[in-house]
């Protein structure tokens, strides 16, 4: 059985929320919870693939102390722009 919209949305934030290092928790959490609702199908699929990496290799792709694989360049762009946001509104 698959699951329904409404619970993928659910379950990628609560995974958002809930990474293996904070700094993650604090970069993708508020992220999910702001932009996954209005995701279209394709989004959601790339954002899932995202959720089952690797703290370990999502925080260095992200602070770009490593390169990041080429199908999360554009996601963490958005990501990246949406924090900046957030901080300065403060």
Avoid at 7 to 25: F, L, N, Q, T, V
Avoid at 51 to 63: G, I, T, V
Wanted: hydrophobic residues 40%; contains cysteine.
């Amino acid at each position: 059985m698959s699951e329904t919209h409404e619970a993928r949305i659910k379950r990628m934030k609560m995974r958002s929320w809930r990474r293996g290092i904070r700094e993650m928790d604090l970069i993708l959490g508020p992220y999910a919870d702001a932009k996954l609702e209005g995701f279209e199908t394709a989004q959601l699929d790339l954002f899932d693939r995202l959720l089952e990496e690797n703290d370990q290799d999502l925080y260095p792709w992200f602070s770009g102390a490593q390169p990041c694989p080429p199908q999360y360049v554009d996601l963490f762009a958005e990501i990246r722009v949406f924090m900046q946001g957030r901080l300065a509104r403060g």
